[in-house]
């Protein structure tokens, strides 16, 4: 069993920062690519942010520049440093990695998303 939690999200003003974490646990053998997606009420789930297991990392246009995705291999962590926030970034904001785990079986995991608010 692999799980992903996240952590960090709020309620923020327009202009403002938030961090947001993510912790894989349970049986892991190895995780590939990490990374975020967001979904607001009504939309589709776009990918936010994300980042392989050397550190090669990938942004959706629309963050880049204000979004930072960084890595702790050994705390089997993400991290998703979010700056100048506006209102278009409201979402709920969801963790998943490609995992293989001790039965070396590949699958992707997803936390169980954190709210982002981000008031005008």
């Known amino acids: 069993q692999v799980q992903l939690v996240e952590s960090g999200g709020g309620l923020v003003q327009a202009g403002g920062s938030l961090s947001l974490s993510c912790l894989a646990s349970?049986?892991?053998?190895?995780?590939?690519?990490m990374g975020w997606y967001r979904q607001a009420p009504g939309e589709q789930r776009d990918l936010v942010a994300t980042i392989t297991n050397v550190g090669t990392t990938n942004y959706a246009d629309s963050v880049k520049g204000r979004f930072t995705i960084s890595r702790d291999n050994a705390k089997k962590t993400i991290d998703l440093q979010m700056n100048s926030l506006k209102s278009e970034d409201t979402a709920v904001y969801l963790c998943y990695a490609y995992v293989r785990d001790v039965a070396r079986r590949w699958d992707k995991y997803w936390g169980q998303g954190t709210q982002v608010t981000v008031s005008s």
């Open positions: 349970g049986s892991i053998g190895s995780i590939a690519t």
